[in-house]
C-alpha cells in the first residue's frame, strides 16, 4: 500500500518471489514529493545498477559544505542529486505490478485475510504509505504511538533557476533552526532547497518552520544564491528512527515512512525505505506454511545507517 521506494521495492521483491501483488497508492504517478533528493552509493548497490545506469539526468557530489555558527566545514563524500518525481516513477515503472489509484479509508481482518474499503482482500499487507499510512494508523498506532520527540516538519521547492551556484550546501541551526536547511542543485537548471526542524522545538520556540523558510530564502536571496524568492513551498511531516519500534504485526507490515525510518543525522530515508521494503518481502517469503501467523520475526534498526556515505 502505496508506491513510494519502500512499496515498489517491495512491490518487485515479492513479484520476483512468486507472489501475486497489487499496490494502491492514492495519487497518480508522476507525482511530486517533498524531499531534498539525494541519495548515496548505497541506494544503487541496493537496487543494483551503477548510477551510470540511471535512466535520468544526476549529478555526483563529493563533497558537501556544512555550515554551522557561521564557519564553513568542507566534508568529503559521495552523493548523487536526483528529482523524486522521475526517480519515484522509474522505482514503481520497474516493479512490474497492477497498481490501482485507490485512497483507502477503511481496513478490517476477517478469516486470516485484510479487506480494505470491501473492494480488496490480501492475505499479506504491507503498509508503505508515508507517516499517515491507514496501515499504521489502523494497526500500528496504538500498539506504538510515534514519540512527538522524533517528529520532523519540513519545507521544500524544487524549481528550475536561472542561476545557481554549484556544490551542495548545508546549514545547522541557522537562525535558531532546530534542524537544518539545504541548497542542492541538481540537473538541467534545477534546484532544490528547503528547510526541516524538530516539531517541538520548534513549537516551544514560538517560530513555525514557515517563518525559518522566509528566513533562509532571503539569505539565500542576498548571498546570490538564488536570483528570485521562490514561491509558497510544499511541507512533509515524517518521523526520525525510534528504537524498540513494532514493524509487524500478524500478516501486517509497516516500512519506510510508514515505520519512521529517517536517519538521526540528516534525516535521509531512501535508502532505509528500500532496504525495509526488500526485507519485508523477504520475510514473507520466508514463511514456513500458509498459516496467517507463520512469518519470522521482523526487525529494522540494522538497516539505518548514516547518511553521508
Not at 494497526?139 to 533557476?161: G, W
Not at 520475510?283 to 556515505?309: C, H, M, Q, V
Request: with cysteine.
Amino acid at each position: 500500500m502505496g508506491g513510494g521506494p519502500s512499496g515498489s521495492s517491495c512491490a518487485r521483491q515479492l513479484r520476483k518471489l512468486g507472489f501475486n501483488v497489487r499496490l494502491l497508492e492514492k495519487k497518480r504517478f508522476s507525482r511530486p514529493k517533498v524531499c531534498a533528493g539525494w541519495i548515496t552509493p548505497k541506494v544503487f548497490d541496493i537496487l543494483g545498477i551503477s548510477p551510470e545506469a540511471y535512466p535520468y539526468p544526476i549529478i555526483r557530489f563529493d563533497r558537501i559544505n556544512f555550515y554551522m555558527f557561521g564557519v564553513q566545514i568542507p566534508v568529503r563524500t559521495r552523493q548523487y542529486a536526483i528529482k523524486r518525481i522521475e526517480f519515484d516513477q522509474w522505482m514503481l515503472s520497474r516493479a512490474h505490478v497492477p497498481t490501482s489509484t485507490h485512497t483507502v479509508k477503511h481496513i478490517t481482518k476477517a478469516n486470516g485475510r485484510y479487506i480494505i474499503d470491501n473492494e480488496y482482500r490480501c492475505q499479506y499487507l504491507v503498509g508503505a504509505g508515508g507517516t499517515h499510512c491507514p496501515v499504521f494508523k489502523t494497526f500500528f498506532s496504538r500498539l506504538h504511538p510515534r514519540s512527538e520527540k522524533a517528529s520532523i516538519v519540513a519545507l521544500a521547492k524544487e524549481y528550475q533557476c536561472h542561476h545557481i551556484k554549484p556544490g551542495c550546501r548545508i546549514w545547522f541551526f541557522e537562525n535558531r533552526l532546530p534542524g537544518y536547511a539545504w541548497y542542492l542543485p541538481k540537473a538541467d537548471g534545477w534546484l532544490n532547497i528547503g528547510v526541516g526542524g524538530k516539531f517541538l522545538k520548534l513549537k516551544a520556540s514560538g517560530k513555525t518552520i514557515l517563518n525559518h523558510w522566509h528566513q533562509f530564502t532571503k539569505k539565500l536571496h542576498q548571498q546570490s544564491l538564488i536570483d528570485t524568492l521562490p514561491e509558497r513551498p510544499m511541507g512533509h511531516r515524517y518521523y526520525l528512527y525510534q528504537t524498540k519500534q513494532v514493524h509487524r504485526l500478524g500478516n501486517s507490515f509497516v516500512i519506510g515512512d510508514a515505520a519512521g525510518m529517517a536517519t538521526l543525522d540528516l534525516g535521509e530515508g531512501i535508502h532505509s525505505a528500500i532496504a525495509s521494503g526488500i526485507m519485508a518481502a523477504n520475510k514473507i517469503a520466508e514463511k514456513k506454511d500458509d498459516t496467517p501467523n507463520s512469518l519470522p520475526k521482523f526487525s529494522l534498526p540494522g538497516i539505518i545507517k548514516a547518511s553521508l556515505y
